[in-house]
């Protein structure tokens, strides 16, 4: 039989589902600059963050974040250089982050990450000049 002194708490930790409290917003990025794309979440116990990219998990560095994305202590999206990522797939797409834990899981709102350069070289393809 043991007995506690009564000054002792006994603290239960109650496990609460993540909830997404930063929300990614669009960003439009020059060809080369960094981009960074917020998430943050909170929850108990500790969280851990994914992201999606068009729906599918991101590829995420784990060396050179110089040409994949690296996910930042909060859990926002940070690109050191917004342009083409490996195999010439461009960074550009719809993101999303995700925050699970053993109580549940929660999905951020789609964000789109847009290139500068690319979007005005769309544009001006549909563009025809005439003189008059």
């Not at 999905?107 to 393809?125: D, H, M, P, Q, V």
């Amino acid at each position: 039989v043991c007995d506690l002194p009564h000054h002792l708490t006994v603290v239960r930790a109650e496990a609460t589902p993540p909830r997404i409290v930063i929300q990614p917003s669009d960003v439009v990025v020059k060809l080369g600059n960094p981009a960074r794309l917020a998430c943050r979440a909170e929850g108990s116990p500790e969280l851990k963050i994914k992201w999606l990219r068009n729906g599918q998990p991101l590829e995420i560095s784990k060396g050179d974040g110089h040409i994949q994305p690296i996910v930042l202590s909060e859990g926002s999206l940070f690109f050191f250089s917004v342009g083409e990522g490996r195999r010439g797939q461009s960074h550009e797409g719809v993101y999303a982050c995700v925050a699970w834990n053993s109580a549940g899981k929660a999905t951020s709102n789609n964000a789109s990450l847009y290139i500068a350069g690319k979007i005005f070289y769309r544009w001006s393809e549909m563009l025809t000049c005439r003189s008059v």
